[in-house]
């Protein structure tokens, strides 16, 4: 079972390290994953994603708090708009298949929103 986790772990570092290249695909939440599923199953691998220089602060912050820093709200808020207008845009032609991934957007960005900002 240690195994599993560990495997599924690490595809979370890796569809996270996607969501660097993709705007489409957030990084963040695979990267929470794969720390919490690191604490089931590697310790180290745990510890090396919360001392990681680009990843490491977020997670401690959300860990710790449950907190969002400033800069992340607006990238990811700004992000999600701009990936709403391509869908407008580019997308499906059914009105109510773009109203539904607005309205899952709008809650997503309602959730990141009101999150605290890290008090350090």
Same mark, same amino acid.
């Given at each position: 079972m240690?195994?599993?986790?560990l495997g599924f772990a690490w595809l979370m570092v890796g569809i996270g390290l996607v969501g660097v290249f993709l705007p489409v695909l957030p990084t963040t939440p695979f990267m929470i994953l794969a720390a919490a599923l690191f604490a089931h199953?590697? *310790?180290?691998?745990?510890?090396?994603l919360l001392d990681h220089p680009r990843y490491g602060q977020p997670l401690i912050d959300w860990r710790r708090e449950g907190a969002i820093s400033q800069k992340a709200k607006i990238a990811s808020?700004?992000?999600m708009t701009?990936?709403?207008g391509i869908v407008l845009v580019f997308g499906p032609p059914q009105l109510w298949l773009k109203l539904m991934i607005g309205v899952i957007l709008v809650a997503c960005a309602a959730f990141i929103l009101?999150? *605290?900002a890290p008090g350090r």
């Open positions: 240690r195994l599993l986790i199953s590697s *310790p180290r691998f745990e510890q090396w808020v700004s992000l701009l990936s709403y009101t999150r *605290p």
